[in-house]
């Protein structure tokens, strides 16, 4: 069932989206070669519990593993897709780092994630970010009333393939609210004018997986991390985006 949200209530998410922003503008300005991700952890929980605020994934159980996510954001680098635990690993430069942040604050979730280059990164690199970035915003221009869900699906899977990438199929988009994750299911694939009709107070976590290789993936033996099966590079965004009456609004920019 599709939870609508009032303008109130999307007044206090775009607040947990701009922590969320703000976290990931942190993270981005100490980026470097030599760093640890688990830095990057420690800093981001620091600043969001400054601000009265929740990690949204920690002790998070979700819906494959068993065991409660252990880091306050996840940390996917290179070859890794998502859920990246953060922890001892080094980056390196030319690595290709995706950070996803979420936090409860006031009683609703914010959730986006970014992907950066570490140093100086090679064009094959550089081509992914720019392509899933633009997938992104592709999609999110989809995001008005009278649309379908379908449409933001298929902007994704269209600007993928026409850039020579493939999309993550078995990760998806969600709604959000007072719960991390509600319905619909936002794909990253699939036919357009298709789904449900895109209303007023409809809010998605849209997030584009695309892999350089093949769109098959599985799951680490820590139960969280999920790789490319191919070990070919991945990259992720993600914003929070409210369907309103004039069109959409990222609640997880500045």
């Not at 999307?10 to 830095?39: D, Q, W, Y």
């Not at 997986?209 to 820590?222: A, Q, T, Y």
Request: aromatic letters at 6%; charged letters at 25%.
């Amino acid at each position: 069932m599709i939870i609508y949200k009032s303008e109130d209530e999307i007044k206090i998410m775009k607040r947990a989206g701009e922590l969320v922003a703000n976290v990931l503008l942190k993270l981005e300005s100490i980026i470097k070669p030599g760093i640890t991700t688990e830095f990057l952890d420690r800093t981001a929980e620091e600043i969001i519990i400054s601000r009265n605020a929740k990690p949204a994934f920690k002790g998070y159980l979700g819906r494959i593993s068993k065991i409660p996510f252990p880091g306050t954001i996840c940390v996917s680098v290179n070859e890794e897709v998502v859920h990246g635990i953060p922890g001892k690993r080094i980056l390196y430069e030319g690595d290709l780092v995706s950070i996803d942040v979420g936090v409860q604050l006031d009683g609703f979730f914010g959730d986006a994630a970014r992907s950066y280059k570490v140093g100086r990164a090679g064009n094959k690199i550089e081509k992914i970010m720019q392509t899933t970035w633009d997938a992104l915003n592709d999609a999110i221009d989809k995001c008005v009333e009278g649309n379908r869900l379908g449409d933001i699906s298929h902007a994704i899977e269209s600007r993928a393939a026409t850039n020579g990438f493939s999309v993550v199929k078995d990760f998806v988009g969600h709604g959000i609210g007072r719960n991390m994750h509600e319905d619909p299911q936002v794909l990253n694939y699939g036919p357009a004018h298709q789904g449900p009709l895109l209303k007023k107070g409809i809010v998605l976590a849209i997030e584009p997986m695309l892999n350089e290789g093949e769109s098959d993936i599985e799951v680490l033996k820590d139960s969280w991390t999920v790789v490319t099966r191919d070990g070919k590079i991945s990259c992720h965004f993600e914003d929070t985006v409210a369907v309103t009456s004039k069109g959409s609004t990222i609640l997880t920019r500045l």
